[in-house]
């Protein structure tokens, strides 16, 4: 099999409550997707947007127990998207399927084994849908399906109940960063790329 490399990027903005933790999930099953034969390395890509807490130390403590954990940190908080797309320039140097998923791991991270087996099978893009949205008050479901009615009429293409949960193949990864647009809105972006697509399907 052709070497394969998986990074898991996590943007990180006062996490030190739950990091360690998701971590150590996150380590557990990229241990099982190289034991299904489908990933020969893998690490995890932690991007510390300018926490005002214990974050940075968490992630300092976790590269010395495990070299497979890394840490970028900002100076200060430049905001989600900012983080990620950090985090994609540094994980593409070296990954050639990269996640990305939040430090909270709301977005089901046992579906991450299911994103790399389809991105084995020819798909460049994975994105993270939700199937179910029970959980959600009804102004929360009601404003939501508005926010993509109102995106979708001005033109905007995204993957309904998509958020930042999806695996990208690295040529995706560097098409995505050749955009010269300033304040990018990702999930606007990602699905302009022309590459094959492909979802995994989650209850949040």
């Known amino acids: 099999m052709k070497m394969?490399?998986?990074?898991?990027?996590i943007p990180?903005?006062?996490e030190e409550e739950i990091l360690a933790s998701s971590v150590a999930k996150l380590l557990a099953i990229e241990?099982?997707?190289?034991?299904?034969?489908?990933?020969?390395?893998?690490d995890i890509l932690i991007v510390d947007d300018g926490s005002a807490d214990r974050t940075w130390e968490i992630v300092e403590k976790l590269n010395h127990g495990n070299s497979r954990v890394r840490g970028l940190r900002f100076s200060r908080n430049f905001g989600h998207q900012n983080?990620?797309?950090?985090?994609?320039?540094?994980?593409?140097?070296?990954?050639?399927?990269?996640v990305t998923i939040d430090a909270d791991l709301q977005d089901n991270p046992e579906k991450i084994p299911e994103m790399v087996a389809k991105s084995v099978g020819g798909a460049d893009i994975i994105y993270g849908v939700r199937n179910d949205r029970t959980s959600d008050s009804w102004f929360k479901r009601t404003t939501a399906n508005a926010f993509y009615k109102t995106l979708k009429m001005l033109g905007v293409e995204l993957v309904p109940n998509h958020a930042d949960f999806r695996l990208?193949?690295?040529?995706?990864?560097q098409t995505f960063l050749d955009y010269p647009e300033r304040n990018i809105f990702i999930r606007g972006i990602v699905p302009k790329l022309g590459f094959k697509t492909d979802a995994v399907y989650y209850k949040r």
Not at 4 to 9: A, G, R
Not at 33 to 42: K, L, P, R
Not at 83 to 98: N, P, Y
Request: glycine letters at 4%.
């Open 83 to 98: 983080a990620l797309i950090a985090g994609l320039h540094e994980a593409v140097q070296t990954a050639d399927m990269i």
């Open 168 to 173: 990208m193949s690295r040529r995706a990864v």
């Open 4 to 9: 394969q490399k998986l990074t898991i990027v």
């Open 12 to 14: 990180a903005y006062n």
């Open 31 to 42: 241990n099982q997707i190289a034991e299904q034969g489908n990933v020969t390395q893998s």
